[in-house]
Antibody, heavy 122, light 108 residues
Framework: EVQLVQSGAEVKKPGESLKISCKGS????????IGWVRQMPGKGLEWMGI????????RYSPSFQGQVTISADKSISTAYLQWSSLKASDTAMYYC???????????????WGQGTLVTVSS | QSVLTQPPSASGTPGQRVTISCSGS????????VYWYQQLPGTAPKLLIY???QRPSGVPDRFSGSKSGTSASLAISGLRSEDEADYYC?????????FGGGTKLTVL
């Protein structure tokens, strides 16, 4: 069974750094892309970026380029999303999700993690 | 701002058939597959339809997807109370704004 298990909720102050995780199991972690999706409170889904753990090839949405860093450690089947300096506007639910890329699907997702709620408040 | 346009809300009564539309352009729906996701209250999105009209294992056949030109639709037949959720269409677009704005389905 494919599973993506994310790290727990975080409460941080503006300016602090943060790294959240997503551990994959039940499939070959290095053969699929893992992406991140933001959902701000009461809002829709936003595609942030994606990584191929097999070779660490990474793509970012222009909206998130330079704001976050996506990485992966294939030895422990885990992908990460990190911030170096959080802002209040980063408060949101963050989902990781798996993508089986093909030309006409692009980097859309089949399996999703349960989400990590990040709250940034002074 | 989403490049895929969905109605913000839809509703139906139990047993009814409802459809949710998703309008795009030649750079997304017109040239790529459409996916649909269901997000039940307080939970993560779940894949409902992929490659325009394919259902993953475990998704009831009450859910069906279709695509024509630059538009797509999700149909739910035999509506049930547990179908009350947010529904998102998605299609790859080089702008990377790939999700519709979502439709909140209310079962009356």
């Amino acid at each position: 069974e494919v599973q993506l298990v994310q790290s727990g909720a975080e409460v941080k102050k503006p300016g602090e750094s943060l790294k959240i995780s997503c551990k994959g199991s039940g499939y070959s972690f290095t053969s699929y892309w893992i992406g991140w999706v933001r959902q701000m409170p009461g809002k829709g889904l936003e595609w942030m970026g994606i990584i191929y753990p097999g070779d660490s090839d990474t793509r970012y949405s222009p909206s998130f380029q330079g704001q976050v860093t996506i990485s992966a450690d294939k030895s422990i089947s885990t992908a990460y999303l990190q911030w170096s300096s959080l802002k209040a506007s980063d408060t949101a639910m963050y989902y990781c999700a798996r993508s089986d890329y093909d030309f006409w699907s692009g980097y859309l997702f089949d399996y999703w993690g349960q989400g990590t709620l990040v709250t940034v408040s002074s | 701002q989403s490049v895929l346009t969905q109605p913000p809300s839809a509703s139906g009564t139990p047993g009814q058939r409802v459809t949710i539309s998703c309008s795009g352009s030649s750079s997304n729906i017109g040239s790529n597959y459409v996916y649909w996701y269901q997000q039940l209250p307080g939970t993560a999105p779940k894949l409902l339809i992929y490659r325009n009209n394919q259902r993953p294992s475990g998704v009831p056949d009450r859910f069906s997807g279709s695509k024509s030109g630059t538009s797509a639709s999700l149909a739910i037949s035999g509506l049930r109370s547990e179908d009350e959720a947010d529904y998102y269409c998605a299609a790859w677009d080089d702008s990377l704004r790939v999700f519709g704005g979502g439709t909140k389905l209310t079962v009356l």
